[in-house]
Every structure is written in structure tokens, then in C-alpha cells.
């Protein structure tokens, strides 16, 4: 049996898209464009995903498959929870980094832009949600993911990554301090402390 040429397949798909398009456009149809390509995004991330699960080759089709799967889930999502589409969405495409990971422990880097891409979905959904200053969740965010390329297995122990994470994880916790002006105060502290020190250890060589 001849296999049938992907183009085709495109082909129609495309077509069904555009007349139900066209139909809601005409008032016969409510959000079923919506519901067609979140099924068609499903259907292709579990053909993406099957190729992921069963070939150690084809570890690149995670990327595709978690993406895929975060589109289509974010199109079933009802109204009210609209404003977790940025976490639907960006946590999908980050969790195919995370699975490109946990599959191969060797390729340690999928955990920093797993971790950044998840990290987005909350701050996007802390938006939409409540009326905060996210910029110290976002560091902090960043912080515990090169906190956890530091403690998780890899192929040798990167040690290198705590600079990073403390930095961050500290920047966090200052832009975040709920106390108003409290991190300006903190940091001009930090400059004199760090100033003094240099000074005293050049006295000391004296």
C-alpha cells in the first residue's frame, strides 16, 4: 500500500482549518478553529512524543513533541483560566528539555533553558494573576536552575554553577524584599563591606 505523502496531509489539514475558519467567521461555528488545531497540535505532539519514547536517537524530538503538546493544551484550556496559557505553554516547551535530560543524564545543559522556560510560565502567570513586582521571582527562578546544575548527576560535578545561582538567587531575594527601599540599603552596605576588605587585606600585605 503506497504511503500517503505528508503534503497531502498538510494540504487537508490546511483546508479543514480555513472553512471552519471561514464558517465561524460566518456565525455557524463558536471556537471550533480553536478546538481543530488543538487537536491537530495534540495529534502531532504524540506522533513527536512516540518517536522520542522509542527511538534514543531521536532524542531531538522532544523539543517538538512537548511544544506541540503545550499548544494544544492551552487551546482546550476553557476561559477562565486564560491566564495560565504562559505556563501551559512555555512549561510544555520546558518540560521537553527537562525529559531531553532525565533520559541522558549527559546532556546537562537542557536543564538551564528547562528551568529558564518554566521559570517564564510562572512569572507570565503571576502577571496575569496578581499585582506584584515578578522581577525577584524571576532571579530567583534563574538561581535554583543553575542551583540544580549543581546538584543533579552529570557527567562531571558542576561546581562552577553556584557562583551563578547564589548571585541570582541573592539578587532575587533583594529586588524581592518587601521591605521598600530596604535592597538600595543593602547593597550600598555591600559595597562598603567589600571596599573595606580590599583595603584591609592591602594594609595587611604592608
Do not use: H, Q
Amino acid at each position: 500500500m503506497k504511503r500517503i505523502d505528508f503534503r497531502v496531509i498538510l494540504g487537508v489539514l490546511l483546508i479543514l482549518g480555513g472553512l471552519i475558519l471561514l464558517f465561524e467567521r460566518m456565525g455557524f461555528l463558536t471556537n471550533a478553529s480553536g478546538l481543530f488545531w488543538g487537536l491537530v497540535f495534540g495529534v502531532a505532539g504524540c506522533v513527536f512524543l512516540y518517536m522520542f519514547a522509542n527511538d534514543r536517537a531521536s532524542w531531538w524530538a522532544a523539543f517538538p513533541a512537548f511544544t506541540l503538546l503545550g499548544l494544544s493544551a492551552s487551546s482546550f484550556l476553557p476561559p477562565v483560566l486564560d491566564k495560565f496559557d504562559g505556563l501551559v505553554f512555555l512549561g510544555g516547551i520546558g518540560l521537553g528539555f527537562w525529559a531531553v535530560y532525565f533520559t541522558n543524564r549527559e546532556r546537562w545543559w537542557a536543564i538551564i533553558p528547562g528551568g529558564v522556560l518554566v521559570t517564564l510560565g510562572v512569572v507570565s502567570t503571576l502577571d496575569e494573576l496578581l499585582s506584584i513586582d515578578t522581577g525577584g521571582i524571576f532571579f530567583l527562578g534563574l538561581g535554583i536552575t543553575f542551583l540544580l546544575v549543581a546538584l543533579l548527576p552529570g557527567p562531571a560535578r558542576m561546581t562552577w554553577a553556584y557562583i551563578p545561582a547564589v548571585v541570582l538567587i541573592v539578587m532575587g531575594l533583594l529586588t524581592g524584599v518587601p521591605f521598600f527601599g530596604l535592597g538600595d540599603y543593602v547593597w550600598s552596605a555591600a559595597l562598603i563591606v567589600g571596599g573595606l576588605i580590599l583595603v584591609y587585606l592591602y594594609f595587611r600585605r604592608r
